[in-house]
C-alpha cells in the first residue's frame, strides 16, 4: 500500500510568539506556557491529520471507524442506533447516517430485533471486520511509531504531564 500525503506543520518560534505577546499588549503572559500551548496545539493538529489522512485511505473518518469498533467491540451482539449513539455522545440522526453510508459500503447490516421485529440493531459484516483488522494493526504501529523516539520513562513523564494540562481545563473552560 502506498504511503497517504500528509501536510507539514510547523510551531511558532519562540522569538514570534514573544512579538506576538507583546504586540498585544500582554507583556506579563508567560510566554514559556504560551509556547507549550502553541506547541500542543500543533502537535495535536497534525496529528489529528494524519490520522484523518489514513483513515481516509481506507474509506474511513473518525465516526465511521468508531462505529466498527463498538460493534466489534460488543459481538456477536448487535447493537441498537440509540446505544451506539449513547456510546458515541451524539444524536441518533447522526448515527442514522453513519449506519446508512456503511451499510452502503457494506461493513455493517441492519438486522431485526428478536424481541421486537419493529426494532433494528446493527451488526458489523466480515467485510467490515475485515477492514478494522487491517485498519487498527496499521495503526497501532503508527502509534509506536510516533512514540518511538521517546524512551519509557519519557512517555511515562509525557503521560503525567498531559494528565496535569487535562486537570486545568475545567479552568480553562471558566469553570
Known amino acids: 500500500m502506498t504511503p497517504c500525503p500528509v501536510s507539514q506543520f510547523r510551531s511558532p518560534k519562540y522569538e514570534r510568539i514573544q512579538r506576538l505577546v507583546e504586540r498585544l ?3 506579563s503572559m ?5 509556547e507549550a500551548y502553541l506547541l500542543l496545539m500543533s502537535v495535536s493538529d497534525e496529528v489529528r491529520e494524519i490520522a484523518n489522512t489514513k483513515l481516509s485511505c481506507h474509506g474511513l473518518g473518525e465516526g465511521r471507524i468508531m462505529t466498527l469498533v463498538l460493534l466489534l467491540e460488543n459481538q456477536p451482539e ?26 452502503q459500503d457494506g461493513l455493517v447490516k441492519r438486522i431485526e430485533a428478536p424481541e421486537d421485529r419493529r426494532t433494528r440493531l446493527i451488526a458489523i459484516t466480515p467485510a467490515g471486520l475485515d477492514l ?25 513523564t509525557l503521560v503525567g504531564l498531559l494528565q496535569k494540562v487535562q486537570e486545568g481545563l475545567p479552568a480553562y473552560r471558566g469553570e
Open 30 to 34: 508567560d510566554r514559556y506556557s504560551l
Open 78 to 103: 448487535p447493537l441498537s442506533h440509540s446505544r451506539l449513539a449513547e456510546l458515541m455522545s451524539v444524536t441518533k440522526g447522526s448515527i442514522t447516517g453513519l449506519v446508512d453510508s456503511l451499510e
Open 132 to 156: 478494522v483488522n487491517v485498519y487498527l494493526p496499521q495503526k497501532w504501529r503508527g502509534i509506536e511509531q510516533l512514540m518511538s523516539h521517546l524512551s519509557l520513562e519519557e512517555r511515562d
Open 25 to 27: 499588549g500582554a507583556p
